[in-house]
């Protein structure tokens, strides 16, 4: 649950945002991991756990670590290390 947060790339606009891009520097979501898996973006697993990591340390960057939408990422992120490791 909460996955759909970070489903795809933040548009601003959705959240009523306009800075988000200025203060992320390396945005990550599951679209994109998606697209590089695809087209054999990753040469290593630890690139793939790495831009997995990345949406959480992302969210925590711009929303803070006690706010919900990290504690989600924190979530999903964990539930990727859910089955991936499995």
């Not at 606009?13 to 898996?37: A, N, S, W």
Request: hydrophobic residues 30%.
């Amino acid at each position: 649950e909460g996955s759909e947060y970070f489903s795809e790339p933040v548009i601003e606009e959705c959240f009523g945002i306009t800075d988000y891009y200025q203060v992320i520097r390396h945005p990550m979501d599951f679209q994109t991991i998606t697209k590089k898996l695809t087209y054999n973006g990753y040469k290593r697993k630890e690139e793939l756990e790495r831009d997995v990591q990345r949406i959480y340390e992302n969210s925590v960057i711009y929303n803070g670590k006690e706010h919900l939408i990290s504690q989600l990422a924190a979530n999903v992120v964990e539930f990727f290390k859910s089955n991936w490791h499995h």
